[in-house]
């Protein structure tokens, strides 16, 4: 019977002889989620995921719309979700999958996501999980996907694709390498979260709050600081146009502190692949042969994403949406990333159509210019936080790269269990 789906065909060509191919659609059960319109959403009830639900790992619920509880229970109630439902974009990030934990149980997943579960024996749910992760999956969608623009396939396209199945055991297996690799991956990122937070409470206890001049003014010793570290903070506030502040810290502009400049034009047919980072208004957007900056840099968006902030600490090229800061006069890098986070970028939002950031209209705003040694000292923490997020991100890359070298391979047959093992414990 998987011989008269071109799918399987294909498929079966590549792996061992003793593994099955079958049609999705024969060993699981798909369904997308129902078109709902806005006049449907509620400020509480039940949760309706959108695409931006399904970005992580594990879905997450904030900033979703909801339903009307009833109405749900009248219409919908067939769409419910799961714990351990598996949830795929039909139009965005081929190859991830986000799992519902116990947060999303009872979810409706909205239009333009696919629901997916095991439905047969034959297939183990954490091997589908990878599967559907796998270059085997994305490049079958990718065929089938259709679109001028934003290319998006749906069921009648799952309907036409095949899954390998090895033993269950080498499904267990197979996605135990993918668990392993994908738990390192989420770690990492969870670990840059946190530290990512302390350098940003840091600046708000230091520069925002003054939490260690209030000490210094209750006869306090300031928390999680050195006496030589302390000594650099006045003991007093004075009232000033911006409220009241530290003692001899003057009121200044946005550019007595760093001077914002636009990024260069790299038009797509002249990049050449490289080792320096192309930074776009959205973050980083591929590799170039060829240096504009020398870091440290911080960049943010000028033109079509406002309000991202990133931190390059060696050569990159800001491209023409963005803002790089060309001068740090009295901010340094960390210092100054921390600032243009907690700046609200969309309210100066210059453009109609396009969200546009003119930097004119930033560099006059009325800032605090800390003294320096006090700057210097938070850099000294931040720079060595900000470093390790750095290493991390490199090193759950490396580790995103093998997982995906390797999961097609595995699920493909081409690569042995004992090899893939080796492989993920030398990284």
């Known amino acids: 019977m998987s011989s008269e789906w071109p799918a399987c065909t294909e498929l079966r060509l590549k792996v061992p002889g003793y593994w099955d191919v079958q049609p999705l659609d024969k060993v699981t059960d798909f369904q ?12 509480s009830g039940v949760p309706l995921l959108r695409l931006r639900n399904i970005e992580t790992p594990t879905v997450q619920i904030a900033g979703c719309n909801f339903l009307d509880a009833d109405k ?46 095991s439905a047969s024996s034959q297939l183990n749910h954490q091997y589908l999980r990878a599967f559907l992760s796998s270059g085997v999956f994305v490049e079958q969608a990718e065929r089938m996907a259709t679109g001028s623009v934003i290319k998006h396939f749906g069921p009648s396209h799952l309907r036409q694709m095949a899954i390998t199945l090895p033993s269950l ?3 267990i297996h197979i996605a135990g390498v993918f668990d392993a690799l994908d738990d390192r991956i989420t770690l990492l990122r969870e670990t840059n979260a946190t530290l990512e937070a302390i350098a940003q409470a840091l600046f708000k206890s230091w520069f925002v709050d003054f939490d260690p001049v209030r000490a210094k003014m209750e006869g306090r010793a300031p928390e999680g600081m050195d006496e030589a570290t302390a000594a650099l903070f006045p003991d007093a506030l004075e009232e000033s146009e911006l409220g009241w502040v ?23 047919q002249d990049r050449i692949p490289g080792e320096v980072p192309i930074i776009a208004a959205s973050g980083p957007s591929g590799m170039h042969h060829e240096t504009m900056v020398q870091g440290p840099g911080v960049v943010t968006g ?12 060696g050569p990159y090229w800001p491209l023409n949406t963005t803002l790089w800061i060309k001068e ?3 901010a340094t890098p960390c210092f100054a990333y921390e600032l243009l986070r907690l700046l609200d970028f969309k309210s100066f939002n210059a453009g109609s159509a396009v969200p546009t950031l003119n930097r004119n209209h930033i560099h006059g705003l009325a800032y605090l210019v800390p003294n320096r040694a006090c700057v210097e000292a938070f850099e000294g923490v931040a720079s060595m936080l900000h470093q390790r997020v750095k290493a991390n991100e490199q090193q759950a890359q490396t580790l995103a790269t093998l997982r ?22 030398e990284v």
Not at 76 to 98: N, P, Y
Not at 405 to 424: D, F, H, K
């Open 246 to 268: 530290p003692e001899g810290w003057r009121v200044g502009r946005l550019d007595d502190l760093l001077v914002l400049q636009r990024g260069f034009d790299l038009p797509s």
């Open 169 to 171: 055991n080498e499904q």
């Open 72 to 117: 749900v229970a009248a219409k919908w109630k067939h769409f419910a979700l799961r714990e351990g439902d598996l949830l795929i974009s039909t139009s965005a990030s081929l190859g991830r999958v986000s799992v519902v934990g116990p947060e999303a149980v009872g979810s409706i997943a909205y239009t333009g996501i696919i629901r997916f579960r």
């Open 302 to 313: 000028r033109s079509g994403v406002l309000g991202r902030v990133f931190l390059e600490f």
């Open 32 to 43: 997308e989620g129902p078109g709902i319109l806005a006049k449907d959403f509620h400020d």
């Open 328 to 330: 740090f006069r009295a």
């Open 404 to 425: 995906d070298t390797l999961l097609p391979r595995l699920i493909s047959g081409q690569l042995r269990l004992p090899e893939a093992q080796a492989l993920a414990a």
